[in-house]
């Protein structure tokens, strides 16, 4: 080990004894320290004036009670989290998740991630990140309405076009952000449209938004292909989720010739092999009916069918996508899409694969493209919103999807350069890690001990 890989285990030790219990947002900072060991070596005035430590440590975490009333007139309680990670860059800048599995240290491994996602789209955006532990399945709109008024009613005093800028995220989706808009317009009687991204087209919303992060990932692996000399055309994808990001993923595979064969929701998955999976059909069963894709399943009939347990991942692929949840791609999965062939994974949601698949897959020679340069689309479009808002202008769709492809063109390229730079040709994990930490970490510089 060497003095300056030591110096970053020290500090991983010291966050984890910081920060006890909350192992999504170790799990986080190892894998961004595991780069950093040749960062220091080659710059180790980044060790000198503290970034490393700063950078762990949120500028602000704001908790909070969220007191509702559901349709029975039974008083429910719920906890807000919002997590200023960042703003050396811009205003803090990062979605919002209700789901029951949210607490801190989701909250700051989503935050933490954000930084350096944010930093590599080159947009003036800082890194934070939000939610609750409020659970929407099953809720009626007056309940999901009441539950949005109460948590903006606190969050709507630490947030601002030129503060912190939430968006959606799991299970917040442009339902969810009309309502918290609606509460911030009504407590602040400002129509400040750049507070808050993911907006309705007709409300302030950027073109493209929705479909953001899906097509980017797509346009992610794209780049990854052309690189070597392939494309999309012809290629089996099994894409995880069914929500926001894989909707909009499965729709540019189709879109760019592939064929996506399988797609899941927590309850499972469904394969369907034929033509691929129906859009329409899916799209329909998901945001019309707000159904499952066992649904799915049922109503397309055979050949299609729903597999309620056991993994998506053992789905024969030559392009994996998960755009599900975190580490819902383990070792296992990952021996299984090496024993089928599979060549490229590509993550579509925030950290989806555990670091022992990361390791699996990278050392079978699979190209492995983590969440925060190939999911960074949504935070992209989410900033080109913030632009539109701020000139009181809106783009054409096919404006602003060009910007997207170039957007994802050019973090493709700052990882590939520099992975190249450090020593490690097509490794896509250091060539975020450390082109995010470089440039936020400049910033951090330039800006004095803050
Ligand atoms: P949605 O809530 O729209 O969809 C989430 C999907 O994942 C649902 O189909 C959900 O199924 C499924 N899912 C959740 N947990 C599990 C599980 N344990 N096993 C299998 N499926 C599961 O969220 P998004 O699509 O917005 O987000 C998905 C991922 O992408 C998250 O990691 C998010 O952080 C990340 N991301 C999202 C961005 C965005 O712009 N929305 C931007 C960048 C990253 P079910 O309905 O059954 O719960």
Redesign the pocket.
């Known amino acids: 080990m060497s003095f300056f890989d030591e110096k970053v285990q020290d500090l991983y030790d010291e966050v984890v004894a910081r920060n006890p219990g909350e192992v999504e947002f170790h799990q986080a900072v190892r894998e961004v320290f595991d780069s950093l060991g040749a960062v220091l070596v080659k710059h180790p005035h980044y060790a000198d004036a503290g970034i490393i430590e700063r950078l762990c440590e949120p500028e602000r975490q704001i908790i909070f009670r969220v007191p509702w009333v559901d349709d029975t007139g039974a008083v429910r309680i719920n906890r807000g989290f919002r997590v200023e990670f960042n703003s050396a860059l811009g205003p803090y800048k990062g979605?919002l998740?209700f789901?029951p599995s949210v607490y801190l240290g989701v909250i700051k491994f989503?935050g933490f991630e954000q930084i350096f996602k944010n930093a590599l789209t080159g947009l003036p955006i800082g890194g934070g990140k939000g939610g609750s532990d409020f659970d929407p399945?099953g809720r009626s709109d007056g309940e999901i309405m009441r539950f949005c008024q109460s948590f903006m009613t606190e969050l709507y005093r630490h947030i601002g076009e030129h503060t912190d800028v939430p968006?959606?995220?799991?299970?917040?989706?442009g339902r969810e952000i009309g309502y918290l808009f609606g509460q911030y317009k009504r407590i602040t009687n400002r129509y400040e449209s750049g507070v808050l991204t993911?907006k309705g087209l007709s409300w302030g919303g950027s073109q493209v938004r929705t479909e953001?992060?899906g097509y980017g990932v797509v346009f992610f692996v794209r780049e990854m292909l052309n690189a070597r000399g392939q494309d999309l055309d012809g290629k089996r994808v099994v894409v995880?989720?069914?929500?926001?990001?894989?909707l909009y993923a499965i729709e540019k595979v189709h879109q760019l010739g592939g064929r996506v064969v399988a797609c899941?929701?927590?309850?499972g998955y469904v394969v369907d092999d034929d033509d691929g999976i129906n859009l329409e059909l899916l799209k329909e069963i998901?945001g019309v009916h707000r159904g499952?894709v066992s649904d799915y399943a049922e109503k397309r009939g055979a050949p299609a069918y729903f597999v309620s347990s056991g993994s998506i991942w053992d789905v024969p692929t030559d392009i994996a996508i998960p755009?599900?949840?975190?580490n819902?791609l383990d070792s296992d999965d990952a021996a299984s899409l090496i024993a089928n062939g599979c060549t490229i994974v590509a993550e579509?949601?925030?950290?989806?694969s555990t670091p022992e698949a990361i390791k699996a897959l990278s050392s079978s020679g699979v190209l492995f493209a983590p969440?925060k340069a190939a999911?960074a689309g949504?935070?992209a479009t989410s900033a080109l919103e913030m632009q539109q808002n701020a000139s009181r202008d809106s783009w054409s769709f096919e404006h602003t999807e060009l910007r997207l492809a170039q957007i994802m063109r050019g973090i493709h390229e700052n990882c590939l350069s520099t992975a190249d730079e450090y020593g490690a040709p097509g490794d896509y994990v250091l060539g975020a890690n450390i082109a995010g930490f470089t440039h936020v970490a400049d910033a951090m510089l330039a800006l004095g001990v803050i």
Do not use: F
Request: with cysteine; aromatic share 0%; charged share 15%.
């Open positions: 979605g998740r789901h989503l399945k968006a959606g995220d799991i299970g917040v989706g993911g953001a992060t995880s989720g069914s929500g926001n990001v894989a899941s929701d927590s309850g998901k499952r755009c599900a949840t975190q819902e579509g949601a925030n950290m989806p969440g999911n949504g935070v």
